[in-house]
């Protein structure tokens, strides 16, 4: 007998259920989606490039629009009845029974949320993110829902963007990560499980860089930076079989992410052959008149039809001149069914023409137990540990008294965040819920929100605080954002904590009582003033419905801190765009020129690229997170000082736990391109390794590298490395100083 090869066992495998669906007479995908464009009239191919928003937000839009074919999707159609009704309409009484694909934004949870996107990037373990997405996927399909606006991958590197809440982060390979996790997780094996949903990676593309952090606005991108940044989660979401893909709101280079037929036809199609559909976001496509890109209705239909859009959300320029222009032979009939077609192929994925409605209403989906543990965990590994002086964390059996202090402690809205619209504020279990739990006897809990709202800026609520702090043995204080600060059009130009919260901090501090601080932010805060006179510091961002019990039990030690951040924090504003990966620059600073004294001297200490006036660096680098142990990293050793094309190359040091208790490390490995023909980030994460060890125990953390782990795209945009020399970089975070390096050449032919 011979074996085959894998991939040609596949190959054979689908030959012959082709073979076999033909001899039953079974239509493949291709022969359904064939046979219904030679049904369907130009009206009703139109109908299903129209995606309506059911309410006030779109225009009227009746059954019999449904009845007549007019209508291909719903964003947000209602509960599961409306649904129901809706589809029955399309399925049963339109012509020829297109089903409805219901759309709906399913972010970070449907009904158990998780914690923010960007929190969950901050977990660092995408098997778990995954688990969330199925999860999510599971209580959204069994309220009907077919598809979710999610997952968003755009890179950010600007915390005054509230979107950055919903991204993966400043990280393209922790973003390829996350967008994997997501689309294998909503998507499971088979689209049409019940319990999967279709995802859609979007804001297609680099929306995440708009000047200045306000929303909407304008990028410039250049294309090798955009292939080396912002299109490898979209790409490698596409390598993971995402169903759909959502344009963005941006003007990219000049042309709006709705028309770019380089993006959308070169790339998406030609390139990463993506075979799903691209739908738009939420009138983008007519924004085109106000960018100043498209004359008129009719224009955008044109545009966006030539670059690719195959679906319309709300704005119905498809629905008023398609036909038209058609009909005016500007637009070729092959192109709309190539379009109608894509969409068609996504329903019969999704098993809609066979099951077009919910499953069997199932009360104990939502808020299902195994749900929320996973809630828990992913909470709970998606807070880091900042800060942790005189290990006042876990709590020490000496504490018999904590006060907990600050609103965000006891807000389940805010603890919910940003886009999380079936999310409930009331299902979430608060720190101060979880807290009352661990209440005995031997350990009292007193609460005092000292603000009404973390915005408030009256001061009458401080005394009662301080009054509680003095008497506790520690103090947890709650500061950040509420959910309303983060999200779509929820840009900051300051990121210091709002109201008096600061000044709530102030007088905390003065009673000596140990504090630990808890961020609960939907992006990265400036608190350099805050973070020097409080022993602890968690960064808690949203973490969802289960955010209290994950904070208590990571408190406590009955869990542990493993999270890594997915951004770097800055000192102050000003610093902003700050981000790991960048350029050396002609002139970089040099490390001595930290700490640079406060106000603004009259003459520069050297002719480099710094500030005046604030340090260089980040508050906390990307990478970087605490854990209740310490770790060692040394003795890094590469199996050769060169890599030949083809070969591949070890990397491997000792880690050791020097601490006293069991923890979870994470070993990044970055690589520096010394040379290229273009200039190089001065280091970039291409992979990490979680690492449990007990106390005094080491091991060997062995990575493997291969020429692709060292390609990006060139000056002349052909992909590949690039001959020379490397640094290989070990370490606990992006920052210099927790990094063991070594050199190594590049050897091509
Ligand atoms: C957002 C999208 C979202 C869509 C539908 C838009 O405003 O940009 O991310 O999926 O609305 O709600």
């Given at each position: 007998m011979t074996l085959l090869d894998p991939s040609l066992t596949k190959i054979v495998l689908i030959i012959n259920l082709f073979a076999v669906q033909c001899l039953l007479g079974v239509p493949t995908d291709q022969a359904r989606i064939d046979a219904l464009l030679e049904k369907m009239t130009l009206a009703e191919k139109v109908g299903q490039m129209s995606q309506y928003n059911l309410?006030?937000?779109?225009?009227d839009v009746s059954e019999s629009d449904v009845r007549n074919g007019m209508v291909g999707s719903f964003l947000n159609a209602g509960d599961r009845e409306s649904k129901q009704r809706l589809q029955q309409i399309a399925v049963d009484?339109?012509?020829?029974?297109i089903p409805l694909i219901f759309g709906r934004d399913v972010i970070h949870g449907y009904r158990t949320i998780f914690p923010i996107p960007l929190a969950q990037s901050a977990s660092w373990n995408p098997e778990l993110v995954k688990a969330a997405a199925a999860v999510a996927a599971r209580e959204a399909a069994q309220m009907g829902?077919?598809?979710?606006?999610?997952?968003?991958?755009d890179i950010s590197r600007?915390?005054?963007?509230?979107?950055i809440a919903e991204s993966p982060g400043e990280d393209p390979y922790l973003g390829t990560l996350m967008a994997k996790a997501m689309v294998e997780g909503y998507?499971?094996?088979?689209?049409?499980?019940?319990?999967t949903i279709a995802a859609c990676a979007k804001h297609?593309?680099?929306?995440?860089?708009?000047e200045g952090g306000r929303d909407y606005n304008t990028t410039w991108i250049p294309e090798q930076y955009l292939r080396n940044v912002y299109l490898r989660p979209f790409k490698a979401a596409v390598e993971a079989g995402v169903a759909t893909v959502m344009t963005g709101f941006n003007d990219l280079n000049g042309i709006p992410a709705s028309a770019n037929v380089f993006t959308l036809?070169?790339?998406?199609?030609?390139?990463?052959?993506?075979?799903g559909f691209v739908v738009s976001d939420w009138t983008s496509m007519t924004e085109m008149i106000l960018h100043g890109f498209c004359v008129d209705t009719a224009d955008v239909a044109l545009k966006s039809a030539i670059a690719g859009v195959d679906m319309e959300m709300v704005s119905h320029s498809y629905q008023m001149y398609l036909e038209q222009l058609v009909n005016e032979g500007a637009i070729n009939i092959k192109l709309i069914d190539e379009m109608v077609a894509n969409i068609l192929g996504v329903k019969i994925k999704l098993g809609l023409f066979e099951n077009p409605y919910p499953p069997a209403?199932?009360?104990?989906?939502?808020?299902h137990a195994d749900h929320l543990s996973t809630a828990r965990q992913l909470a709970a590994e998606s807070m880091v540990l900042l800060k942790n002086e005189g290990q006042?964390?876990?709590?020490?059996?000496?504490?018999k008294r904590i006060a907990i202090i600050g609103p965000l402690a006891d807000d389940g809205d805010a603890q919910i965040g940003?886009?999380?619209?079936?999310?409930?504020?009331?299902d979430a279990i608060t720190p101060l819920a979880a807290f009352k739990v661990i209440e005995s006897a031997n350990l009292k809990i007193e609460y005092v929100?000292?603000?009404?709202?973390?915005?408030?800026?009256?001061?009458?609520?401080f005394r009662k605080a301080v009054k509680a702090v003095k008497k506790a043995d520690l103090a947890f204080v709650f500061v950040g954002e509420d959910e309303?600060?983060?999200?779509?059009?929820?840009?900051?130009a300051f990121l210091s904590l709002p109201g008096a919260q600061a000044e709530l901090i102030a007088e905390i501090i003065k009673t000596k009582t140990p504090i630990v601080l808890v961020i609960m932010a939907g992006r990265p805060l400036t608190i350099t003033e805050y973070i020097?006179?409080?022993?602890g510091v968690i960064y808690?961002?949203?973490?969802?419905?289960?955010g209290g019990p994950a904070l208590v039990d990571l408190v406590t030690g009955k869990s542990q801190f493993t999270a890594r951040l997915p951004v770097v924090l800055p000192r102050?504003?000003?610093?902003?765009?700050?981000?790991?990966?960048h350029m050396n620059t002609g002139r970089p600073a040099t490390?001595?020129?930290?700490?640079?004294?406060?106000g603004t001297p009259q003459?520069?200490?050297?002719?480099?690229?710094?500030y005046l006036d604030a340090?260089?660096?980040?508050?906390f680098d990307f990478g970087f997170g605490l854990t209740y142990s310490t770790f060692e990293y040394s003795k890094?050793?590469?199996?050769?000082r060169e890599m030949k094309s083809g070969e591949t190359l070890t990397a491997s040091c000792t880690l050791q736990n020097t601490g006293n208790s069991k923890a979870i490390e994470t070993a990044q490995l970055y690589i520096r391109d010394r040379f290229g023909s273009l200039t190089r980030p001065v280091k970039e994460l291409i992979g990490y390794q979680r690492i449990e060890l007990n106390p005094g125990e080491s091991t060997r953390v062995v990575f493997e590298l291969s020429e692709s782990d060292l390609a990006y795209w060139k000056q002349d945009l052909g992909f590949g490395a690039e001959a020379g020399e490397f640094h290989l970089m070990v370490g606990s975070s992006a920052n210099d100083d927790d990094l063991l390096l070594s050199k190594f050449n590049l050897v091509t032919e």
């Open positions: 309410g006030s937000q779109d225009r009484e339109s012509r020829l029974g829902i077919h598809w979710t606006f999610s997952p968003m991958l600007d915390p005054r963007w509230g979107r998507q499971g094996n088979n689209l049409d499980d019940p319990n297609y593309v680099g929306y995440g860089a708009a036809r070169q790339i998406l199609r030609d390139e990463w052959k993506f075979n209403e199932d009360k104990q989906v939502l808020l006042v964390l876990p709590i020490q059996p000496s504490v940003t886009w999380a619209p079936d999310g409930r504020g009331e929100a000292g603000l009404e709202h973390p915005r408030s800026t009256s001061t009458s609520g309303l600060l983060s999200g779509e059009a929820h840009n900051r020097s006179e409080c022993e808690a961002w949203h973490p969802g419905t289960m102050t504003v000003g610093q902003i765009p700050l981000y790991y990966a490390k001595d020129m930290l700490g640079i004294p406060q003459d520069p200490i050297a002719y480099l690229s710094y340090d260089y660096t980040p508050l890094l050793e590469l199996s050769s």
